[in-house]
């Protein structure tokens, strides 16, 4: 008990102090404030940064691969005349890759198609996107219908006029009306609508939205429209099992089905390409280690002023106090006392700094917009807190030795 009365006394002496000399206190707070701000405010900005990039390239959908002509990124050196020879993946590839994958969750085939108009009664919308999707592409891509429902297995083989619309196509066609049931027309042609899409919003990549985008059977999409080489250029999407961490096994499967059906000899190269968005997720992680190593080095140099700012107060506080501090030796205070009452004093210094400059952190939540959400996590509060806590004992330990170890009597004759 008596331990605990005397820190709390030493608390009350550095609260003390603190408010004493205001000015002093506020120049020291500044140092770590800035300090904390950088670094944490960085850290914050980063992680806004990566959970915006990683919603808009959500649409690629979590662990998929996708067989297709082209890469998404070019092999360098590679001659860019062999891409454009190679074929377009076939429905019949897709059909065989469903029969034989052993490692796959789901296999789908879509197809986009642009430039189109879509018409209501007297409303109508132009320069939409059409995408034809197989039935089991709602395994693979997040496909959230808000009213209605999904295609039926029946409306998606046998080439049914549904569609799917995407939120504002739907708002700007129906207004209030509810579009479930009704009849649009593209290029002619009738569709019966038997669902609407959740809404999606813009993303911070400009990313494809499924706002502004219709979903249709892909088989009706290949009545409408050439498929292959001179027209809609389909894509195969395969999915993996959620405990398949890598995707490795199922590559490998892939690829070997393909040379096969393809009758690729040993000797010959892919006439195919096998794209991952995880090829984006690794370009990220670089692109976010750099911006995160220069905001910690940036913050290391304020954190650093600030901790010198606090040391140098700190000396000079002791040297104010040396006769008190005499007076409290020959009253009986231990070293450990004074010791605990000046770095108590340097923590307290350091935690109101950084308290502010988590208020600053938090500041920047009010400049969040729809596509980039700005977010303080509690494990940046914690990591400010204990950030300012080693700044104090850092800044104060040798100031707080230096008050413990002075002689009492030489002390008290200090002027």
């Known amino acids: 008990m008596k331990f605990l009365v005397l820190y709390l006394e030493s608390f ?97 085939v879509f197809g986009i198609k642009g430039g189109l108009s879509i018409k209501y009664n007297t409303s109508s919308i132009s320069d939409i996107y059409i995408q034809g999707i197989t039935y089991h592409y709602n395994r693979i891509s997040d496909i959230r219908v808000e009213k209605g429902r999904y295609f039926s297995q029946q409306e998606a083989d046998n080439a049914y006029d549904v569609i799917l619309l995407g939120y504002t196509i739907a708002k700007d066609l129906f207004d209030i009306e509810n579009p479930v049931d009704k009849v649009v027309k593209i290029k002619g042609r009738k569709f019966r609508v038997v669902g609407v ?12 939205s499924t706002d502004n985008i219709g979903i249709i059977p892909f088989h009706t999409l290949g009545r409408m429209f050439e498929v292959g080489e001179r027209g809609v250029s389909p894509s195969i999407a ?21 040379r096969n059906y393809r009758g690729l000899r040993p000797i010959e190269e892919e006439t195919f390409a096998i794209n991952r968005p995880e090829m984006f997720a690794t370009f990220l992680d ?10 910690a080095v940036i913050g290391s140099f304020s954190i650093l002023v ?29 070293n450990s006392f004074i010791l605990s009452e000046f770095l108590f004093e340097a923590i307290l210094l350091s935690l109101i700094g950084g308290a502010f400059g988590l208020l600053l952190v938090y500041g920047l939540t009010f400049i969040s917009t729809d ?12 990591v400010g807190v204990g950030l300012a806590c080693v700044i104090g004992v850092v800044s104060g330990i040798i100031p707080a030795y230096t008050a413990s170890r002075l002689d009492p009597v030489e002390a008290m004759r200090a002027k």
């Open 238 to 258: 395969v999915k993996g099992f959620e405990n398949d961490q890598k995707l490795e096994a199922l590559e490998g499967e892939v690829v070997g089905l393909m």
């Open 371 to 382: 596509t980039f959400v700005i977010v303080v996590g509690l494990d940046k509060l914690w």
């Open 12 to 108: 009350r002496f550095a609260l003390g102090a603190l408010r004493e000399n205001l000015l002093r206190t506020t120049l020291s707070l500044l140092g770590v404030t800035v300090g904390i701000f950088s670094i944490i405010g960085v850290l914050t900005m980063v992680d806004a940064l990566e959970r915006s990039i990683k919603e808009s390239l959500s649409f690629l959908g979590d662990k998929v691969i996708y067989v297709e002509k082209w890469p998404w990124i070019f092999q360098p050196g590679y001659p860019w005349w062999k891409y454009v020879k190679r074929p377009q993946p076939t429905l019949e590839e897709y059909e065989f890759l469903q029969r034989n994958l052993t490692k796959a969750s789901a296999v789908g």
């Open 306 to 334: 600030g901790g010198f700012g606090i040391a140098n107060i700190m000396f000079v506080s002791v040297k104010e106090r040396t006769n008190i501090i005499g007076i409290q030796k020959s009253l009986g205070a231990r």
């Open 197 to 208: 899409l959740s809404y999606q919003g813009q993303n911070l990549l400009g990313a494809p």
């Open 286 to 295: 670089g692109i976010i280690a750099v911006l995160t190593l220069a905001g």
